[in-house]
């Protein structure tokens, strides 16, 4: 079972960069893909970005592309959300969930991490 933890979220000013941490401390039984959501307060939670198990695939929301990037380190069982050039629109509790398959909604997540909160203020 894959049981997550996220990490690396903080309070910045617009502009500035953050690198998040998802780390994995269960035994799966099967590989996984692993998707970051964010949720605003007031808001639904929406896709940010997911990885494949082999790191091969990669997709984005719009929103994000061209900033953020998504990694994984299976030897270290941890998924990275690099985030730069931060907005503040960008704001919102950001989990990360793991899916059998490489694109996955929140409803279909496997298991969730409880979230961690960034900031970006002007």
């Known amino acids: 079972q894959v049981q997550l933890t996220e990490s690396g979220g903080g309070s910045v000013q617009a502009g500035a960069s953050l690198r998040l941490s998802c780390a994995n401390s269960?035994?799966?039984?099967?590989?996984?893909?692993v998707a970051w959501f964010r949720q605003a307060p007031g808001e639904e939670r929406e896709f940010v970005a997911t990885?494949?198990?082999?790191?091969?695939?990669?997709h984005y929301a719009d929103s994000v592309k061209g900033r953020f990037t998504i990694s994984r380190d299976n030897a270290e069982n941890t998924v990275y959300l690099q985030m730069n050039n931060l907005k503040p629109e960008d704001t919102a509790v950001y989990y990360c969930?793991?899916?059998?398959?490489?694109?996955?909604?929140?409803?279909?997540?496997?298991?969730w991490g409880q979230g961690t909160q960034v900031t970006v203020t002007v």
């Open positions: 969930a793991s899916g059998t398959t490489v694109l996955f909604s929140a409803e279909s997540a496997k298991s």
């Open positions: 269960g035994r799966p039984s099967r590989p996984y893909a």
């Open positions: 990885i494949s198990y082999n790191n091969a695939i990669t």
